[in-house]
């Protein structure tokens, strides 16, 4: 059961952490107005960390608008999260309807799979999209 009072993000950090252990490196949380680092291993140079900020806001505002096509496209329609491999992490990002974005980074090499991104999106929203949910 999720607990009422703690914030999404808080719920999306225990379930990686249990996951990935000391390969997470990082949660972001992006809006429209700011970006703030809601963790970050205590290895991380924090300075570091902020300036890969405005690299990736780029990621998100792209998201943001893929989340809400200025187009109908059926066969495509709205973008939900996203997977990158860089040379020095992996990051994904949970693309919220609101026009928020969570985006989380691991150590290089770490594994995860696709399937595994719908745990964490209902983590962090409590729900999933049908579009998402797996068919049986």
């Known amino acids: 059961m999720v607990d009422a009072s703690e914030s999404g993000t808080d719920r999306l950090q225990r379930v990686l952490g249990r996951r990935f252990d000391d390969a997470l490196r990082s949660i972001v949380v992006y809006t429209p107005n700011e970006s703030r680092i809601h963790y970050l291993r205590e290895d991380i140079d924090r300075d570091a960390a902020v300036g890969r900020l405005i690299r990736i806001e780029q990621l998100y505002h792209a998201e943001r608008l893929n ?18 491999r860089f040379d020095g992490a992996v990051v994904v990002h949970l693309v ?3 026009g928020a974005v969570v985006g989380f980074s691991l150590d290089p090499g770490t594994h ?5 991104l719908t745990e964490f999106y209902e983590a962090l929203f409590g729900d999933l ?4 949910r797996a068919s049986d």
């Open 96 to 98: 919220d309807p609101g």
């Open 129 to 132: 999209p049908e579009s998402l």
């Open 67 to 84: 989340n809400t096509p200025l187009v109908h496209d059926p066969n495509l329609d709205r973008l939900h999260l996203s997977l990158f």
């Open 112 to 116: 995860v799979e696709v399937d595994q």
